[in-house]
C-alpha cells in the first residue's frame, strides 16, 4: 500500500485536532460551576462588614460610635463564610481609634455557610480631646485583609483648622500639602488662582476634593495645569476651606522661560564673549611681535673751546 499523499496526511491531521479541540469541549470540567479546592479553604470566600439587627445595619460603610471621654462603646462586626469549610479569622484594630478597640474574641472560627457577629467594646480615653478619631477593625485570613473603618465622635468643644502647606510649582503640576491642625474630622475645598505679568492666567472656583482629613493627618496633593504659560513670571495662590470656619492660604512664584530660546540666547552670549577675548588675545599678541627701532647711538661732544682760541689769536 503506498503511502498517503503529503496534502491527504495534511488534511487528516487538521481533522484528528478539531475532533479532540470538540471532544475537550464537551467535557464536563470540574472547575466551571465549583470552586477550586483551594477555594475551600474559605481565604477567598468570606466578608467583614459592621453587623446589626437590620438590613438599615448591615449597609453601613462603618462603624460609628459617639461618647465623651473615660466611657466604654460597643458594637458588633459580622464574619460571613460562604465558602465550604469552617473559616479561622483574627481580628484587630488599627490606627488612632482601631487602637482603643477590644474584641470578644482575638481569633474566631466560622462555620461553613455561617454568618458569625463578633462583639468589640471600644473605650475612649480619659485624656482623648474632644472631636473626631477614626481608625479600623481589620479582619484577616491568611495573607488576605478586610478593613472596616471606625469613626469615633468625642464629647466637648470642637475646633475645625486647616492649614495649605509646602506650595510648589514645577511647569504644569502644582505641589502643596493639606494639614488637619483641629481635633475635627474635615472635608476641604479648594480654590487655585495664578495672576502672571499681563493679568490671570488660571482662575479655579472653589469646589470640594474627593478626601476626608481625620485630626493630625497631613495629606500632600497635586494642582494639574496643563495649559501653564511658555514665557511668564507667575504667582500660584491656593485658599482651602472647611465646614467650622477652618480656612487658610498659600501661595508660590514660579518663572516660565522657554527652554530653546534660553539655550540659543546662552549660544549667543557665550559666542559674543569667546570672540571679544579672542579679539583682546590677538591685539595682545600683536603688540608684543611689533619690531622695536634701533637704539640712537651717541654722537661725541662738539670741540668748540680750540675755535674760541683761534678767533682770539687773529
Not at 481580628?91 to 481569633?107: N, V
Not at 474635615?186 to 488662582?193: F, I, N, T
Request: aromatic content about 4%; charged content about 20%; proline content about 10%.
Amino acid at each position: 500500500m503506498s503511502p498517503p499523499h503529503p496534502r491527504l496526511r495534511r488534511a487528516l491531521l487538521v481533522l484528528t485536532a478539531a475532533l479532540a479541540a470538540l471532544l475537550c469541549g464537551l467535557t464536563p470540567r470540574a472547575a466551571a460551576g465549583t470552586a477550586p479546592a483551594a477555594a475551600d479553604d474559605g481565604a477567598a470566600d468570606w466578608t467583614a462588614r459592621p453587623a446589626g439587627g437590620g438590613a438599615d445595619w448591615d449597609a453601613r460603610p462603618y462603624i460609628y460610635l459617639e461618647g465623651t471621654p473615660g466611657t466604654v462603646l460597643q458594637d458588633r462586626l459580622a464574619v460571613t463564610n460562604t465558602a465550604r469549610s469552617p473559616l479561622t479569622v483574627r481580628l484587630r484594630g488599627d490606627g488612632r481609634a482601631g487602637g482603643w478597640i477590644r474584641f470578644a474574641e482575638d481569633t474566631v472560627t466560622v462555620p461553613a455557610r455561617t454568618r458569625a457577629e463578633v462583639p468589640l467594646a471600644l473605650t475612649v480615653p480619659d485624656n482623648a480631646v474632644p472631636g473626631d478619631a477614626s481608625g479600623e477593625a481589620v479582619a484577616g485570613v491568611g495573607g488576605e485583609e478586610i478593613r472596616v473603618p471606625v469613626r469615633v465622635r468625642i464629647g466637648g468643644p470642637t475646633l475645625a483648622a486647616l492649614t495649605v502647606e509646602d506650595v510648589e510649582v514645577s511647569g504644569g503640576t502644582i505641589r502643596y500639602a493639606l494639614v488637619n491642625r483641629g481635633n475635627a474630622m474635615v472635608r476641604p475645598r479648594l480654590a487655585v488662582r495664578a495672576d502672571g505679568v499681563f493679568g490671570t492666567l488660571l482662575d479655579r472656583p472653589e469646589r470640594p476634593l474627593p478626601l476626608e482629613l481625620a485630626p493630625g493627618r497631613r495629606v500632600e496633593r497635586t494642582e494639574p495645569w496643563p495649559d501653564a504659560p511658555a514665557l511668564d513670571a507667575v504667582t500660584v495662590r491656593l485658599r482651602v476651606t472647611a465646614t467650622g470656619g477652618a480656612r487658610d492660604e498659600a501661595e508660590a512664584s514660579a518663572t516660565y522661560i522657554p527652554v530653546l530660546p534660553a539655550v540659543g540666547g546662552g549660544l549667543l552670549v557665550l559666542g559674543g564673549l569667546a570672540a571679544l577675548a579672542s579679539g583682546a588675545y590677538r591685539r595682545r599678541r600683536t603688540g608684543r611681535a611689533a619690531p622695536q627701532p634701533p637704539p640712537v647711538e651717541e654722537q661725541p661732544p662738539v670741540a668748540t673751546e680750540p675755535l674760541l682760541k683761534a678767533g682770539a689769536k687773529t
